[in-house]
C-alpha cells in the first residue's frame, strides 16, 4: 500500500510528529458539492475608493442568498477586495488593512479575491506601478493563507465589469480548490454573457468534445462536464477502446476512437458530433504523452512524438474543429507547469506545452475566433495524483506532493473543474488566460 503522508499526519503518531518536527500538515481542502452552498460562510466585501465594482459583487451575492460582512470576523468564509480604483503605491495600504485582519480569522479553507485593472490599461507610470504590485502581494498572501485558503486576483478590464460574476462564483467556489495565485484577466466579452438558468447546471443543453477522455484526467474531465449538464463526446485512441466505452457509457455520451495525430482526426470528430449530436459547443484538447530523456540522449522518434501529441494534433484538428464550433464556444487546452518553468528530462514535453500556451492566447485573438465568439483558454496542471504519478518514486512524490502552498498534490477534478469554468457561456469575458492548477507550486510563475 502506497504511503500517504497527508494521511499520515493528520492522527496518531504522524500528527505528534508532524507537530514536534514542524512539518506541514495539510488541510483537507474544500472542494465543490453540487448540492451545498457558494461558500460555507460570509463574504466579506470592501475596497478603495468608491469601490463601484465591490457594489456589483455585493449585489449578486445578496441575490444568490450570500451574507455579506462588512468587517473581518469568525464567520466570513472569504474576501473580496475591490482595488479597480488605486493611483498610486500608496494607495495600496488599503490592501494592507484590510487583508491582514482578515487573515487572522478567515474560515479554514478561506478565499482572498482581490479586484484589479490591467497594467496596460494605466493612465500613468504610478498607476501602472500600483496595478502590477497587486500581483505580487496576492501572490506573497498566498503563501501566508492558512487552513487550505487561497489567494487570487481577477484584473477586470474598463467597461467589463458585468463579466466578473463568473470568476468570482469559480473562485469563492469549491471548484477552485487547487487554484492559488493565479491571476485571471476578465475583458470585453467576445459574445453576450448568458447566465445559466442554474447554476447547479451551467453546461445544460451543450455538447462537449475531450480527446484523451478513457482515464486520468480526461475521465475525470468528461465527469464534471456531463455533472454539469453537457452531453460528452469522449475521445481516445482505440487501444484505449474499452475504458473509453466505460466512460461515455456512465455518462450518458459517446465514444470515438481515434488517433489525433490522424490527419482527418478533426474532419472525424466534426463528422461524428454532427451525425449524432448536431454539433458541439466545447472542445477540450486534453490527449497527451510523455516520452522523457534528458535532451543528451534524446532521439529524435522521442521528440517527434511528443511533439506530435501534444501540440501539432492540436493545430491540425482545429483546422476543421474552429470552422465547425457552434458561435459562442469555447476551446479549452491543457497545458503543463512543465510548459512554464520547464522539467528536467523533459524538454520535449516543456517544449509542446510551452506551445500550447502559445497557441491559447494566440488563437483567442485570432479574428475568426473572435467573429465566432468563442473563447480559447489553457490550463497548466502542477503536481496532480494520478495513475502516472502514484508510479513516481516515493521520495519525489512526497515531495512534489509537499511543494506548493497547499502541501498536497491536486486531484483530476481540480484540473477538469477549471476546465468546466472556461466553458460556461457566463465566462465569455474570460479569454486567452493560462491558469495553474497547482496550489501555487514553489517553481515558475
Known amino acids: 500500500m502506497a504511503f500517504d503522508y497527508g494521511k499520515f499526519v493528520q492522527g496518531g503518531i504522524g500528527k505528534q510528529l508532524a507537530t514536534a518536527l514542524g ?14 452552498s457558494l461558500v460555507p460562510g460570509a463574504v466579506y466585501v470592501t475596497g478603495h475608493g468608491d469601490a463601484k465594482v465591490a457594489h456589483r459583487v455585493s449585489a449578486w451575492l445578496a441575490a444568490a442568498g450570500v451574507p455579506i460582512a462588512t468587517s473581518p470576523s469568525t464567520s466570513v468564509a472569504a474576501l473580496v477586495l475591490d482595488m479597480t480604483e488605486i493611483e498610486t ?27 484589479g485593472r490591467p497594467v496596460e490599461e494605466a493612465t500613468s507610470v504610478a498607476q501602472g506601478a500600483a496595478r502590477r504590485a497587486i500581483e505580487g502581494i496576492v501572490r506573497s498572501i498566498g503563501k501566508e493563507m492558512r487552513a487550505g485558503g487561497t489567494a487570487n486576483t481577477v484584473l477586470v478590464a474598463d467597461g467589463a465589469e458585468d463579466a466578473v460574476e463568473a470568476p468570482l462564483r469559480f473562485l ?34 451543450k455538447v462537449a468534445v475531450v480527446t484523451g477522455a478513457a482515464r486520468g484526467i480526461g475521465a475525470a474531465i468528461a465527469d464534471v462536464l456531463a455533472r454539469d449538464g453537457a452531453t460528452v463526446v469522449c475521445v481516445d485512441i482505440p487501444a484505449a477502446g474499452g475504458p473509453l466505452a466505460e466512460v461515455a457509457n456512465r455518462l450518458g455520451g459517446s465514444a470515438l476512437q481515434l488517433d489525433v495525430t490522424a490527419d482527418d482526426a478533426g474532419a472525424k470528430i466534426v463528422e461524428h458530433t454532427v ?7 466545447i472542445v477540450v484538447h486534453n490527449a497527451g504523452i510523455t516520452r522523457d530523456k534528458l535532451l543528451v540522449n534524446m532521439d529524435a522518434d522521442r521528440w517527434d512524438s511528443v511533439l506530435q501529441v501534444n501540440l501539432l494534433s492540436i493545430l491540425r484538428m482545429n483546422e476543421a474543429l474552429v470552422p465547425a464550433i457552434n458561435d459562442g464556444g469555447h ?14 528530462g523533459q524538454t520535449n514535453y516543456g517544449a509542446s506545452k510551452a506551445g500550447v500556451i502559445g497557441m491559447t492566447s494566440l488563437l483567442a485573438a485570432d479574428p475568426t475566433i473572435v467573429a465566432k465568439g468563442i473563447t480559447v483558454n489553457a490550463v497548466a496542471p502542477g503536481f496532480i495524483e494520478t495513475e502516472m504519478t502514484a508510479k513516481v ?14 502541501s498536497q498534490g491536486g486531484l483530476p477534478i481540480d484540473v477538469a473543474e477549471t476546465i468546466g469554468f472556461f466553458s460556461w457561456d457566463a465566462s465569455r469575458g474570460v479569454t486567452g488566460n493560462t491558469v495553474r492548477v497547482c496550489g501555487q507550486m514553489m517553481m515558475g510563475a
Open 23 to 36: 512539518l506541514p500538515r495539510p488541510t483537507r481542502l474544500r472542494r465543490h458539492d453540487p448540492k451545498g
Open 89 to 115: 503605491p500608496a494607495d495600496l495600504e488599503t490592501l494592507r488593512a484590510a487583508v491582514a485582519p482578515t487573515l487572522k480569522t478567515i474560515q479554514p479553507t478561506g478565499r482572498v479575491i482581490v479586484l
Open 172 to 205: 469563492l467556489s469549491g471548484r477552485s480548490a487547487y487554484v492559488d495565485a493565479q491571476v485571471f484577466h476578465v475583458a470585453t466579452p467576445v459574445a453576450p454573457v448568458e447566465d445559466p438558468s442554474d447554476w447547479a447546471k451551467p453546461l445544460e443543453g
Open 275 to 281: 451525425s449524432r449530436h448536431g454539433g458541439f459547443d
Open 331 to 344: 476551446i479549452v487546452n491543457v497545458a503543463s507547469i512543465a510548459g512554464i518553468a520547464g522539467n528536467r
Open 393 to 406: 518514486p516515493l521520495a519525489t512524490r512526497e515531495i512534489g506532493r509537499l511543494m506548493n502552498s497547499l
